[in-house]
């Protein structure tokens, strides 16, 4: 069965700093791979997404992700943070298990960011 | 466009009541999964539907049921509510069966007391 895993629960970051969430993922074959983010009370939105290909991906919001299938590893990036990218990240595998197609989230990484 | 809408957003319920959620696609969109959302944690998969059909289930016991109708909405039901059912509960939906194209709504924050 599919997993991830974010090591990190709550990260603090000053506004310009650069910034990196880290995902591991467990999953048989080649992954597909996402990242949301959620503000507080509201659903998810797509940062980005990996399915094959270029292993650095580009996203929305200047957001980026490298995904490194040695260290299996999906982790999200950003040059420089602004004080609106306070919020809980979700990295997430997406499998199919006969005719199920869902998604396997993580814990999530709460970001605060000082200015 | 209309995104995914759900409703309630809101609601209390005591133990041992009966909740139902409801959740309208995207139009066009043919798939509705539900997701269940502890706080603290991610998401996890209860059911989807495609075409009205319940496409996969995850691990919730008997007392969660879904159903998808004609318009492709959805309702997600809730028996015997337990204090642990308190929780944010997601809709996505999707064009086809598949995980890659969701539009998740902003969900319905469900409290048992």
């Known amino acids: 069965a599919q997993s991830v895993t974010q090591p990190d629960i709550h990260i603090t970051v000053s506004e310009g700093a650069s910034l990196e969430l880290r995902c591991n993922y467990s999953?048989?074959?080649?992954?597909?791979l996402f990242w949301y983010v959620q503000s507080p009370g509201q659903g998810l939105q797509l940062l980005l997404k990996?399915?094959?290909?270029?292993?650095l991906v580009q996203g929305i919001k200047g957001f980026e992700a490298e995904f490194k299938r040695s260290q299996s590893s999906f982790n999200l990036r950003k040059p420089s943070v602004h004080w609106s990218d306070a919020a809980e990240y979700f990295c997430?595998?997406?499998?199919?298990?006969?005719?199920?197609?869902?998604?396997?989230f993580g814990t999530g990484t709460r970001l605060q960011v000082t200015l | 466009d209309a995104g995914v809408t759900q409703s309630p957003t809101h609601l209390i319920k005591t133990r041992g009541q009966h909740v139902t959620l409801r959740c309208s696609p995207i139009s066009g969109h043919k798939s509705v999964s539900w997701y269940q959302q502890v706080l603290g944690q991610g998401p996890q998969f209860i059911f989807q539907y495609y075409e009205k059909e319940e496409r996969g289930r995850g691990n919730f016991p008997d007392r969660f049921s879904a159903r998808q109708f004609p318009n492709y909405s959805s309702e997600l039901n809730v028996n015997a509510l337990l204090l642990g059912d308190s929780a944010l509960y997601l809709c996505?939906?999707?064009?086809?069966?598949?995980?890659?194209?969701?539009?998740f709504g902003s969900g319905t924050r469900l409290t048992v007391v």
């Open positions: 997430a595998v997406g499998a199919t298990t006969g005719t199920a197609s869902k998604l396997t």
């Open positions: 996505a939906s999707s064009l086809e069966d598949r995980f890659y194209g969701y539009t």
């Open positions: 999953y048989g074959a080649t992954p597909y």
């Open positions: 990996y399915f094959s290909g270029d292993t």
